[in-house]
Structure formats: structure tokens, C-alpha cells
């Protein structure tokens, strides 16, 4: 069985089936994307995947285990994290503090212990902190540590998010749009990150309007269009698919017309 399995997940907002039988699937190490025209649904599969939506019909099987009915902080403890189309840092807190915010999720002590300040608790905090900073080491933020978030260079706030992520102890990544917003020389540091974090054995699902940077970097690629899956496979057989273009294009003329 595949690291995350899929199978025929729905989502319906009263009327609108925003999410209609999509089924994928993702091995270990792999980088996979999820691409589509505007509300093709592909923010709502990772809301589900999350479990900020709870799913009409379906299941999400993740590293052998069903998680399609737990709650968004049993998801990220089970192992998946992610970051948002816009970024969401605590741009008052220093760049240590908003990734120590990600290992809070696998805090042991109690309260009273860290109310009195155990010698647990303190080993423990002492603990974050060293692995806060070696996570910003990793992706080259260290130099950063003591500084605002909100003074970060935009691709470097958006690194940080996936830090934050990463902090969390997941083993799978989930990102949505990381490149949006970014001038070519950021889409290509930024692919070259995402890169490395294959390499160190991370798994991603990524959601990207940027086709050079999906193009490039995904082993996989599914297409949904309307909340329906309408391809998948390779990059290059996705960039000479008919339906796919069809998808893109056919959206894009009606645009057009509605001008
Ligand atoms: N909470 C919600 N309530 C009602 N409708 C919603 C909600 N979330 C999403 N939708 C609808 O579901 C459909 C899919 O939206 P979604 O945001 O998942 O698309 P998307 O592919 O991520 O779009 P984009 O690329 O523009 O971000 C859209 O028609 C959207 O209006």
C-alpha cells in the first residue's frame, strides 16, 4: 500500500460538490502535485487531508492507518503538516519562536510542571530550542534566528513556514502555492529547497499554479478540474494531455468572454 492512499474523497458545500470521488496516491520520498484551474478544489483536498474538512465520503489512509475522521492535531501528530496559500506566521515573534511553535505539538510535560519549571520541563524546552535552531541551520534561516518574522524577505517567510512544518515531526509535507508571489530567482531557490528536503527523505504534496516550478520538480502529478480528477501521471505526459490543456485553456477563454 502507498505511503498516503486516497480513495474517492468528496466534499459538498450545500449545493457545490467541491471535491467529487478524487483518489491518488503518494509513495515515500516522492514529490507529488496537484494542480488545476481556479477553484478546481485542490485547497479543499488538503483541508481534507488535514482535517479541517471533514469528509463526505471516502478514505484517507495514511501510513497504514485510516485518518479521515481526526481531528487537524491528531493529523499532525500521525505525522502530516502543512502551509497556506497566504503565509501564516506570528510575524510579531522572533524566527526561533514561530518554529518552536511547530514542536509544541509533541510537548510531554504537564502543566504543573511547567508552571513550577520542572528540571523535565526545562530539559525539554532546552531540547526544542536546540532542534528549532538545527531546523533553521538545515534550510539556511539560522542567521536569521533572532529576527521578526514580518522582516524576513518574502521567499525566506515562506521557507519559514515549511520549517514551522517540519518542526512539527511530519514526514509528510503539504504545500500549498509556496511559489505564489515569488520573482523567478525565489521559485528557483525555493525549488531547489524543496529538493533538498527529498533528498532528507521528506515527502511532499504540493499545490502550484507555477508550471516551471511543477514541471520541474514533481515525480507525479494529478489534475483535477471542478472538483473531479481528469489525469495523472508523468510531467511531460500531464504538459501534452488534452484534457489537461483543454482544462486550462477552455477556463481561460471563458474568462475572457466574461471580460
Ligand atoms: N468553506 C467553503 N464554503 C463554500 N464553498 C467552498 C468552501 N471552500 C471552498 N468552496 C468552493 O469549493 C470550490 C473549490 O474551492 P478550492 O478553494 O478548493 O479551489 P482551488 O482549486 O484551491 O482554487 P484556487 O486555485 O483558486 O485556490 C470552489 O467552488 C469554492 O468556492
Redesign the pocket.
Known amino acids: 500500500m502507498a505511503y498516503l492512499q486516497v480513495n474517492g474523497i468528496t466534499k459538498r458545500?450545500g449545493g457545490?460538490v467541491?471535491v467529487d470521488k478524487v483518489s491518488f496516491e503518494v509513495n515515500e520520498g516522492e514529490i507529488v502535485s496537484i494542480i488545476?484551474p481556479?477553484?478546481?478544489?485542490?485547497?479543499?483536498v488538503f483541508n481534507m487531508l488535514t482535517g479541517v474538512y471533514k469528509i463526505d465520503e471516502g478514505e484517507i489512509i495514511f501510513d497504514g492507518k485510516p485518518i479521515h475522521n481526526l481531528k487537524p492535531q491528531q493529523i499532525v501528530k500521525s505525522g502530516i503538516s502543512r502551509t497556506f496559500?497566504n503565509i501564516r506566521l506570528f510575524q510579531d515573534l522572533r524566527v526561533v519562536e514561530n518554529v518552536l511553535v511547530g514542536t509544541h505539538i509533541r510537548t510531554k510535560y504537564n502543566l504543573l510542571e511547567s508552571v513550577i519549571r520542572s528540571p523535565k520541563f526545562r530539559k525539554e524546552e532546552d531540547e526544542k530550542v536546540f532542534r528549532a535552531i538545527e531546523i533553521l541551520k538545515s534550510i539556511g534561516l539560522d542567521h536569521y534566528r533572532d529576527d521578526y518574522a514580518e522582516n524576513l524577505p518574502y521567499g525566506d517567510q515562506r521557507k519559514l513556514e515549511i520549517a514551522r512544518a517540519i518542526a512539527t515531526g511530519a514526514k509528510l509535507i503539504l504545500l500549498d502555492e509556496p511559489a505564489a508571489g515569488m520573482n523567478p530567482q525565489e521559485s528557483e531557490e525555493l525549488l531547489q529547497f524543496i529538493r533538498s528536503l527529498k533528498q532528507k527523505g521528506y515527502t511532499i504534496i504540493m499545490?502550484e499554479?507555477d508550471m516551471s516550478v511543477v514541471m520541474n520538480i514533481s515525480d507525479r502529478i494529478y489534475v483535477i478540474d471542478h472538483?473531479k480528477p481528469i489525469a495523472s501521471g508523468l510531467p511531460a505526459e500531464i504538459a501534452n494531455n488534452e484534457r489537461v490543456i483543454e482544462a486550462y485553456l477552455g477556463r481561460g477563454r471563458k474568462n475572457a468572454e466574461d471580460k
Open positions: 458545500f457545490i467541491a488545476g481556479n477553484g478546481a478544489g485542490k485547497t479543499t496559500q499545490i499554479h472538483g
